[in-house]
């Protein structure tokens, strides 16, 4: 059983930048790659980022291409770097792992965070 929980949230200007955590309560580099989904109030949770087991490879959705940055480390924490933060990123952020290579798809992720509230004002 792998636990996760996400800190970093807040409230940040348009434009702004914020770092997102994802600590898992056991080691996870070089067995599960890491994403990141969003959910905005009455909508679907979408995919944002991807890392894989080893850090080598990511992916990212086109919504956050260029502005957002996904890492890990080699033990248990990923991270998800937001810079020139909109007003349509506002969501609860979540992490998650999977055993499938960078997957986009929410269904194949075993294990979730509780989420961490991000809001983009204006």
């Known amino acids: 059983q792998v636990q996760l929980v996400e800190s970093g949230g807040g409230l940040v200007q348009a434009g702004g930048s914020l770092r997102l955590s994802c600590a898992a309560s056991?080691?996870?580099?070089?067995?599960?790659?890491m994403g990141w989904f969003r959910q905005a109030p009455g909508k679907e949770r979408e995919f944002v980022a991807a890392i894989s087991w080893n850090g080598g490879s990511t992916n990212y959705a086109d919504s956050v291409k260029g502005r957002f940055t996904i890492s890990r480390d080699n033990a248990k924490n990923t991270y998800l770097q937001m810079n020139s933060l909109k007003p349509e990123d506002t969501a609860v952020y979540y992490c998650?792992?999977?055993?499938?290579?960078?997957?986009?798809?929410?269904?194949?992720?075993?294990?979730w965070g509780q989420g961490t509230q991000v809001t983009v004002s204006s």
């Open positions: 056991v080691r996870i580099f070089g067995t599960f790659a």
């Open positions: 998650a792992a999977t055993k499938r290579f960078l997957s986009a798809l929410r269904t194949e992720y075993a294990y």
